[in-house]
């Protein structure tokens, strides 16, 4: 299992509470792109929601604890 440096770019600013409307504004993506991101990532995760997005980025050791988000 593999993300993209996008994917993983995303999934940083999820874990620090961003809606895909604010990253999509950071990005300067669509909210598109952003939500289609956020569905590989889960996908590759094999969550079925945010809450075990970020559970599973943490076991497989893609998000550390006090990582700062990427912009």
Do not use: C, W
């Amino acid at each position: 299992m593999s993300i993209t440096p996008r994917e993983a770019q995303i999934l940083q600013l999820i874990a620090h509470e961003y809606t895909n409307l604010e990253i999509a504004q950071q990005l300067f993506i669509s909210y598109h792109t952003v939500d289609s991101h956020r569905k590989s990532v889960m996908s590759k995760l094999m969550a079925k929601n945010t809450a075990g997005l970020i559970r599973r980025a943490f076991e497989v050791g893609i998000l550390e604890v006090n990582q700062p988000a990427v912009q």
